[in-house]
């Protein structure tokens, strides 16, 4: 869909020179002199990175419209992670750098959002939170129980994570995947 510099709106995804970009910012300034213009700041949907770009008036954007179903992680094959529409029970493969970083925390039958565009998955939207039981930990130092101090663990899917030192092996804990740090304990 085209659209008009007056058009573009935080959180659309634009097509800027074949890439995909979110609008992570959208300013309109019409100056004095000159003509209109529009200031952004833009997130590559695919690298992650981000741009600053400035659209003139009679510049067209094209607006691309995403589809996310929601699914349930199966299992990795190789450099892919298979991932189940819950509505028709298709198994689908996806690319394992979309989800690289939070594959340690996430469980087997776990829900996630993928995202498409043309019928191609581009992306993994993960829980929030995932919850997981510690299967090693190293005693915690006598009376060092409630100061900032941290150590290692490892979790039931063979991630690592940093966490208070009074997390014992057989605590079940809140894992956040959005920054991959410790919440809570959770009562089992």
Same mark, same amino acid.
């Given at each position: 869909?085209?659209?008009?510099?007056?058009?573009?709106?935080?959180?659309?995804?634009?097509?800027?020179?074949?890439?995909?970009?979110?609008?992570?910012?959208?300013?309109?300034?019409?100056?004095?002199?000159?003509? #209109?213009?529009?200031?952004?700041?833009?997130?590559?949907?695919?690298?992650?990175?981000?741009?600053?770009?400035?659209?003139?008036?009679?510049?067209?954007?094209?607006?691309?419209?995403?589809?996310?179903?929601?699914?349930?992680?199966?299992?990795?094959?190789?450099?892919?992670?298979?991932?189940?529409?819950?509505?028709?029970?298709?198994?689908?493969?996806?690319?394992?750098?979309?989800?690289?970083?939070?594959?340690?925390?996430?469980?087997?039958?776990?829900?996630?959002?993928?995202?498409?565009?043309?019928?191609?998955?581009?992306?993994?939207?993960?829980?929030?939170?995932?919850?997981?039981?510690?299967?090693? #930990?190293?005693?915690?130092?006598?009376?060092?129980? #409630?100061?900032?101090?941290?150590?290692?663990?490892?979790?039931?899917?063979?991630?690592?994570?940093?966490?208070?030192?009074?997390?014992?092996?057989?605590?079940?804990?809140?894992?956040?995947?959005?920054?991959?740090?410790?919440?809570?304990?959770?009562?089992?």
């Amino acid at each position: 869909m085209v659209l008009g510099i007056t058009e573009v709106k935080k959180g659309m995804v634009l097509k800027v020179e074949n890439e995909l970009y979110t609008v992570i910012k959208s300013e309109f300034v019409n100056p004095g002199k000159g003509s #209109a213009f529009v200031r952004t700041k833009l997130k590559n949907v695919m690298k992650g990175s981000s741009i600053e770009r400035t659209f003139k008036a009679a510049d067209k954007l094209e607006s691309v419209e995403l589809e996310k179903r929601s699914m349930t992680y199966c299992y990795s094959e190789g450099e892919s992670i298979i991932f189940m529409d819950v509505n028709d029970y298709e198994q689908l493969p996806v690319p394992i750098e979309y989800v690289e970083d939070i594959l340690p925390f996430l469980k087997e039958e776990s829900q996630v959002e993928v995202t498409f565009y043309e019928e191609r998955p581009i992306g993994v939207i993960p829980p929030n939170f995932s919850i997981l039981e510690v299967t090693y #930990a190293e005693e915690g130092l006598k009376g060092d129980t #409630a100061g900032t101090a941290l150590k290692k663990v490892k979790v039931e899917t063979g991630g690592e994570i940093n966490v208070p030192i009074f997390v014992k092996q057989g605590d079940v804990i809140k894992v956040d995947l959005r920054d991959l740090t410790y919440v809570e304990r959770v009562n089992k």
